[in-house]
């Protein structure tokens, strides 16, 4: 098993380009996530997913957009960014429940210049 | 509203020296709450939670924390560090209690092992 996979692992955008971030799993879980994590601020959730077919905000929801394409893939769109969305982005997945383990991707590293 | 504070952002101790890691949270209801390890350039991955089945819960690597509800703290703790566990550590609380999980993350501990 793979995991969470996530492509591209770097990227470089000019301001105001748009990308689309992807995520998928093959464990068979439910629940899905976006995290971004930035130095001396831990990590912060962006859009998640609990079930197929169900997207809600995070905490840090503006400048982005999510889909859940299907029960495996869940991408985060940049529409036009921006440098503060500099960052690294995690993607976690979970079978879903408040006990359940999240497993991480292993992150797209993002300039925006 | 859930958060958790770690103090120190940076920890150092020499090989084979006890490990511990703060972690503070403030919860309105009782927490759920988790550690999480992230190796150079990795993901995070678990390495235990409490879920109030136990105050003293073990986890991956010798680690072991415990939920002490009158300290509100949930440290982090290994008897004798090895040069592996040079790693960052988060704490999280669980927001809400929805049945659905939303972690809140601290802001991080790295844990720096010197020979």
């Known amino acids: 098993n793979a995991g969470v996979t996530q492509t591209p692992k770097f990227q470089v955008l000019k301001t105001g380009q748009s990308m689309t971030l992807q995520c998928a799993q093959d464990m068979n879980h439910n629940s899905m996530y976006w995290y971004r994590q930035d130095p001396g601020m831990g990590l912060r959730l962006i859009y998640y997913?609990?079930?197929?077919?169900?997207?809600d905000k995070g905490e840090v929801p503006n400048g982005y957009n999510v889909s859940r394409l299907n029960k495996r893939e869940f991408s985060l769109r940049l529409e036009s960014a921006a440098p503060s969305q500099t960052s690294v982005y995690f993607c976690a997945s979970s079978v879903g429940g408040i006990l359940e383990t999240q497993y991480f991707g292993p992150g797209t590293r993002l300039l925006v210049l | 509203a859930q958060s958790v504070t770690q103090l120190g952002s940076h920890v150092s101790v020499s090989e084979g020296a006890l490990v511990l890691l703060r972690c503070n949270y403030s919860s309105s209801v009782p927490p759920y709450l988790f550690w999480y390890v992230q190796y150079p350039n990795q993901g995070l991955q678990l390495l235990l939670k409490y879920t109030s089945a136990a105050t003293l819960v073990k986890g991956i690597n010798g680690f072991e924390a415990e939920f002490k509800k009158s300290e509100t703290s949930f440290h982090l703790t290994k008897p004798s560090a090895h040069m592996s566990d040079a790693a960052e550590y988060f704490c999280?609380?669980?927001?809400?209690?929805?049945?659905?999980?939303?972690?809140?993350f601290g802001t991080g501990t790295r844990l720096l092992v010197s020979p």
């Open positions: 999280a609380v669980n927001r809400g209690n929805t049945g659905f999980q939303k972690l809140v």
């Open positions: 997913s609990a079930s197929e077919g169900t997207t």
